[in-house]
């Protein structure tokens, strides 16, 4: 095959460590990538009819600057961030090192930020809704904002399903190139999610506390 | 450390932890300095939010840099079309939307 | 709440016949009546035959890509009877209506115009075009699949499963009265409660899952999967179109899911997204909507581009007149297409401006088409023209969408759109479109694609006359319709004003049965093909003097394609090959060829999607829970499964490839001239 450092699909390539995981990589990573094009788009107008409501659509209900609290967002933010380096180091675990030990300590390490980050977020809602009476019914505004956060809370769920079933088939299969891809794909969606909440908690967050 | 890895891999390894630790760290500060901007209020509103714009945008340059690795320089071509034209596409209907939406509000 | 959520024996149709007796209600009636027969007999001719066992092994389980394609292409025409009986049953409404009631009530009008907007759009375009891409796609390209065969199989379960449900409305229930295009806040739980809206919304949405994934799946194959050679530039139009429509599936139906889901959540959970008050906003509905709609048209219409580019090719024996620019013509109305879908509301208020530069940019999207026409035309100057079928609807589109272009120009002006939106004036106008551009451009396809896909020819002068039917008809059915809107008269009513409209209303119904008759006449010449199978065969595979690399392969093709991936080294390499004399040369080696095994995850998964939508509609809170836990079980489970493929021998491949090919290798080429009798079997003489 051709240049070993050349990249075959956007993301971590595994070029010369496995080669033959490495060639069948291609159109699996670029299919998922277009799917996360799509699912981006998907995110994408959420934002922009967020960026409307939250404006228009207060209906008398509370404002954003009055539910929003920026101590909880900072903390879900940190988690978030730093599982996404943790799945980075997962992802450099199975491209370098062939124990599979490593691979899964990181694993459970994101999946667990991960779930502190669900369990912030949620907390977060429960503490809008009780002392503000902030659910969704109540305006465009809150309706616009817990879908957005909403889907991305779904995203993440999936994605915590998804490192079960991957810490099952490693433990069944080893790392064989399906594994090793699907792992590399978990990774992609996990960065992409935490590009999501770039936007969510600066768009969403912050704009709405300084206004 | 697992027995075997020829001394070239242990470099790829190492440039790549750089890379993660880079993004790591350049994600924090970021973030760092958003929050810190809204909480002095050291700007006026206007400025602020154009400033917090500016700084999300270069986050997800850095997350797609070092977790992602999208290189304008060294990616294939179809994958850089895939990820430009999405940019573009969000970029249509993002600012389509607000400038439609905003324009028939003011006119209600 | 019985465990059957809100259904009742009420709900069935024909309870309502039995409540209220009348005209308007015996119709419903006999639809579903329609439909439970219609059900009923295919289940009988599949037990009575034995042909259960075929149908799952061969079919429902396969993730053969030319098996999936022709599976699509049957659900689109099998909806597309349904959705024209609607049109005739509008059209004789509104004939009947004229200063009486007419038969139909309000609210039934409502639910056919909804329907059939519903399923000609989403359950008759889509499915044909995707299944037309399936078929043809990896074979112009020297694939063996798509990338992801099994994903394939997914797309083509969820859209019959919304297919299914709209099936299903005719018995069960009620439709949406809201309209194709579903706005708020009529479609809100305030001003339609009921189950109506929901068939509407879970159906689409459907649909919409499965266009996505399949555009994911197209573009990834045309990218990665061609063989050498195969550069993008030389890539067969038919393919460009498809590259496009995929890239604008992929990017175009997340706003309609998002728009769906967003309604949904407002008729179940009380959100605000669009209702009237408490900060809800409909216009954006309407924007996200057409966010997709606008792009959506395009998805239509550049296959029908495609397929018109190989007929005109093909049946003027020369290659195709300025080839790169109607490729980058192509991806221009792509791009375009994002730019434009305000015109789908000039009149909801927004500054002059605005509709000013959507209004310009969207008559740009003039150029490039006409671009296209005139490369049409110059493909036929100088060549050898024949007068198959695909020919025939391919002059008469020439003719035709020129004038709909013009229309939608004109349309495409801020301050005629005040005038004239929402009149019959409009309805003309897509119709004019969608009608000659994409349908006949579908129905173009089959009759070109066809003989590869079962290994013998459609009878040429049944499909003739039924070319003709459609033909005058769409010219009856819809004309008068340009005249009817400048006259005042508005789309989606039930009854319009008596006195001018009567004469112009009585030829658009015969154009409406006009259309009706040339289905029927189609329908009869598959059956009597079908019968006379054995004169009509083309066994050789190249029943046209084809170009492309499709008709390099048997008719039909064994299921890996090719036995050994070919090489190209230009455009229209079949041809080519022919005329250096090497077209039929046997390869020199064989491989074992591995091919996606079946699976039965995908009808399990389009089963598990039913059940979804069919609980949610009718809040069965536990068949949804059900459905969404199956649904999962099934993806788990088939990640775990480590036996994806079949190997097929290369023994095998090597007996079958030779056993046709040392047929056709001797076989009598067919002149041109006799193309359209017996003595065409599949191997063409090639012209110099
Ligand atoms: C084959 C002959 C056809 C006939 C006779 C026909 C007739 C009609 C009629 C009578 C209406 C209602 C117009 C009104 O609102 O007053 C209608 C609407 C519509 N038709 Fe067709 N049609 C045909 C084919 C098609 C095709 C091929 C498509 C698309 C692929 C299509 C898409 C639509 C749509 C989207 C609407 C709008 C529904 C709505 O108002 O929400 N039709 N058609
Ligand atoms: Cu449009």
Redesign the interface.
């Known amino acids: 095959m051709s240049d070993v450092t050349?990249?075959?699909?956007?993301?971590?390539?595994l070029?010369?460590?496995d080669r033959e995981t490495h060639d069948r990589a291609?159109?699996?990573m670029?299919?998922f990538?277009?799917?996360m094009?799509?699912?981006?788009?998907?995110f994408?107008?959420?934002?922009?009819?967020y960026?409307?409501?939250s404006?228009?659509?207060?209906?008398g209900?509370p404002a954003p600057a009055e539910i929003f609290e920026?101590k909880s967002t900072?903390w879900q933010?940190?988690v978030l961030?730093?599982s996404?380096?943790t799945m980075?180091?997962a992802a450099?675990a199975l491209?370098?090192?062939?124990?599979r030990r490593r691979l899964v300590l990181w694993l459970l390490v994101t999946a667990a930020l991960g779930g502190t980050f669900l369990y912030l977020e949620g907390a977060d809602w429960l503490r809008m809704a009780r002392d503000h009476g902030a659910v969704?019914?109540?305006?465009?505004?809150l309706?616009?904002f817990y879908?957005l956060t909403g889907t991305h809370f779904l995203h993440v769920s999936a994605a915590m399903?998804w490192i079960g079933?991957m810490l099952v088939?490693i433990g069944?299969?080893g790392l064989k190139p399906?594994v090793k891809l699907?792992v590399m794909r978990l990774a992609?969606l996990w960065?992409?999610l935490?590009?999501v909440w770039?936007?969510i908690?600066?768009?969403v967050f912050?704009?709405g506390?300084?206004? | 450390m697992?027995k075997g890895?020829p001394v070239s891999?242990d470099e790829?390894?190492r440039a790549?932890?750089r890379s993660?630790a880079i993004?790591?760290i350049l994600?924090?500060a970021l973030?760092g300095a958003?929050?810190w901007l809204?909480?002095s209020?050291a700007l006026s509103?206007r400025t602020?939010?154009l400033v917090?714009?500016g700084?999300?945008i270069v986050?997800?340059a850095a997350?797609?840099r070092f977790?992602?690795?999208?290189?304008l320089r060294?990616?294939?071509r179809?994958?850089l079309q895939?990820?430009l034209f999405?940019a573009l596409?969000?970029g249509l209907?993002?600012g389509g939307?607000?400038w439609i939406?905003?324009n028939q509000?003011a006119r209600m | 709440m019985t465990p059957f959520g809100l259904l009742d024996w009420s709900d069935l149709v024909f309870a309502g016949f039995l409540r209220d007796p009348s005209v308007n209600e015996a119709v419903a009636s006999a639809a579903g009546a329609f439909a439970v027969l219609g059900a009923v007999a295919a289940l009988v001719v599949l037990t009575v035959k034995g042909w259960w066992r075929p149908l799952w092994s061969g079919w429902l389980t396969s993730l053969d890509h030319k098996r999936i394609g022709i599976m699509y292409v049957v659900l689109g025409l099998v909806m597309f009877a349904r959705a024209i009986a609607e049109a005739s049953v509008m059209r004789a409404q509104q004939m009947a209506a004229l200063g009486e009631p007419g038969f139909l009530s309000a609210e039934h009008f409502g639910q056919l115009f909804t329907t059939h907007g519903t399923i000609m759009i989403f359950f008759v375009a889509m499915p044909l075009l995707t299944g037309i891409i399936n078929f043809v796609m990896p074979l112009q390209i020297g694939a063996r699949d798509v990338?992801?065969p099994l994903v394939n199989a997914v797309s083509l379960a969820l859209t019959a499963a919304g297919a299914a449900l709209l099936m299903v409305s005719l018995v069960v229930g009620r439709f949406s009265t809201g309209g194709w295009s579903g706005y708020p806040p009529f479609t809100g739980a305030a001003f339609s409660p009921g189950e109506g809206v929901d068939y509407w919304i879970w159906a689409v949405t459907l649909s919409s899952l499965g266009s996505?994934l399949t555009?994911?799946?197209f573009?990834?194959t045309i990218?990665?999967?061609r063989c050498p050679g195969m550069h993008l530039f030389r890539m067969p139009l038919f393919t460009w179109t498809a590259l496009c429509t995929s890239i604008l599936m992929?990017?175009a139906?997340?706003?309609l899911?998002?728009a769906t889901l967003?309604l949904a959540?407002?008729r179940y959970?009380?959100?605000?997204?669009f209702t009237a008050?408490?900060?809800?906003?409909m216009m954006?509905y309407a924007n996200?909507f057409w966010?997709f709609g606008h792009p959506e048209v395009y998805i239509l219409i550049l296959p029908a581009f495609g397929v018109w580019s190989e007929v005109f090719s093909t049946f003027s024996g020369k290659t195709l007149y300025g080839y790169t620019s109607l490729v980058i013509a192509t991806m221009c109305i792509a791009v375009l297409s994002f730019t434009v879908w305000l015109h789908h509301f000039f009149t909801m208020g927004q500054a002059a401006s605005i509709n000013a530069v959507f209004g310009v940019a969207t008559m740009l999207i003039g150029v490039p088409t006409g671009v296209k026409v005139y490369d049409w035309l110059l493909t036929m100057v100088r060549g050898r023209i024949r007068f198959r079928v695909p020919l025939i609807l391919g002059c008469y589109f020439l003719a035709t969408f020129v004038i709909g272009g013009l229309t939608g120009v004109l349309l495409a002006n801020p301050t005629v759109d005040y005038g004239t939106h929402n009149s019959l004036f409009l309805v003309a106008h897509f119709h004019n479109m969608l009608i000659p551009g994409l349908l006949f451009g579908m129905f173009a396809a089959i009759h070109f694609w066809f003989p590869k896909a079962f290994g013998f020819r459609l009878h040429e002068g049944l499909g003739v006359l039924s070319a003709f039917l459609w033909m005058g008809g769409f010219l009856c059915a819809f004309m008068p319709l340009y005249a009817l809107g400048l006259m005042g008269g508005m789309r989606r009513m039930a009854q319009l004003p008596e006195g001018p409209f009567g004469p112009l209303l009585a030829v658009a119904l015969l154009g409406a049965l006009m259309i009706a008759a040339g289905f029927a006449v189609f329908v009869l010449q598959l059956w009597w093909s079908v019968r006379h199978r054995d004169r009509l065969a083309v066994p050789h595979g190249d029943p046209w003097d084809g170009r492309t690399l499709e008709w390099a392969l048997p008719a039909p093709p064994p299921e890996w394609n090719f036995a050994v991936l070919p090489e190209v080294d230009r455009r229209d390499p079949f041809d080519a090959a022919k005329l250096a004399g090497i077209a039929y040369a046997l390869p020199d080696r064989y491989e074992d060829i591995e091919m996606p095994a079946n699976s039965a995850v995908a009808p399990a998964l389009g089963a598990a999607a039913f059940a979804v939508a069919f609980g949610l509609v009718w809040h069965i809170w536990w068949l949804v829970a059900f459905g969404l836990a199956a649904a999962?079980a099934a993806i788990?489970a088939r990640?775990?499964v480590?036996e994806t493929t079949r190997t097929i021998p290369a023994a095998h491949v090597r007996q079958v490839t030779e056993g046709w090919r040392s047929i056709a290798r001797v076989a009598t080429p067919c002149p041109r001239r006799a193309e359209a009798t017996g003595a065409n079997r599949g191997r063409a003489r090639p012209q110099q």
């Open positions: 050349a990249t075959r699909h956007p993301g971590l390539n070029n010369h460590t291609e159109s699996v670029f299919g990538w277009v799917f094009m799509s699912d981006l788009v998907l994408a107008v959420l934002f922009a009819t960026a409307a409501q404006v228009h659509g207060i209906a209900g920026l900072l933010t940190l961030l730093t996404s380096f980075g180091l450099l491209k370098y090192r062939d124990d969704p019914q109540v305006s465009g505004f309706s616009i879908a399903v079933v088939q069944r299969f399906e699907r992609i960065h992409l935490d590009v770039i936007g908690f600066t768009f912050l704009f506390v300084v206004q | 697992t890895i891999e790829g390894l790549e932890l993660y993004g790591g994600s924090l973030t958003a929050f809204v909480a209020r509103l602020t939010l917090l714009g700084l999300a986050q997800i997350q797609l977790f992602l690795h999208i290189d060294k990616s294939h179809d994958d895939l990820i999405t596409i969000i209907m993002i939307t607000i939406l905003f509000h | 990338t992801f996505t555009g994911m799946n573009a990834v990218y990665k999967e992929i990017f139906m997340a706003p899911t998002v967003m959540l407002d959970a009380g959100f605000h997204f008050g408490s900060g809800g906003d954006n996200l966010l999962l788990v990640s775990f480590t």
